[in-house]
């Protein structure tokens, strides 16, 4: 048994180790895709570029930013890439000090919000961006030529897909505080018209000023409400005893 500065020390020295996997898987990732850089960039701004009339391009106002701004994109998906390797580091260093009941659970969490939040980009690029973009570009008035700078459109873009990818983490959000006990599906019921205004007005804050952009944010927010709603009856102990153990454990 060693004295609590040797256990604490040795803590340390594991957390050290595990971030500094983290950090050299992502950058072997990104080592990897950096060649490819500026591919990757004409793939994200393919949604706007598409919307553009013919001859139309975007521009750079910075010197630096046709450089940095490929090598942004690059870092970005790196990070998606070499997520699951992340997480599974986080897990190991904090899987030791769990209780049984909560390594069952954090797997299929950790899994399950990853996959949620890459779906949520992949819905803001394929389905929201040529909306959001095709109503920029229609909206310009005449004579004006819409040449948008490449800094700011991946800002642009990388708030939507922080948005979305949030928003799609709805469900698991509900389950936990139901799974919990902090609140119960009853609540959650009641609280439904609540959500649905909450979730226009994220819609009104994160979207461009048209209504079509809006309701693509909020009515997923919604459904996913529901879902996490639905799995929550099947998932929330109902035994008040075990539900109690769990408050006491959390």
Known sequence: MGTPTEHFI??????????????????????????????????????????????????????????????????????????????????????????NHEKKLVVPVIAASTLLFIIGMVFAYFAVFPTVFGFIVGSAPVGVAVMTDIGEYLDFVMTLFMAFGLAFEVPIAVVLIARFGWVSVAQLKEARSYVIVGAFILGAIFTPPDIISQFMLAVPLWLLYEIGILISKYTTPKNPSELSSIKAQV
Do not use: C, D
Request: charged share 10%.
């Open 10 to 99: 040795s803590h340390l020295i594991e957390l050290r180790n595990r971030l500094l996997r983290i950090v050299l898987g992502f950058v072997l990732v990104f080592i990897g895709l950096f060649p490819f850089a500026n591919k990757i960039y004409a793939l994200l701004a393919a949604p706007m570029l598409a919307q553009l009339p013919e001859g139309g391009q975007m521009i750079a106002t910075a010197v630096t930013t046709p450089f940095f701004v490929p090598m942004k994109v690059a870092m970005m998906v790196a990070f998606i890439i070499s997520l699951p390797h992340t997480l599974y580091q986080i897990w190991a260093f904090v899987a030791p000090g769990l209780y």
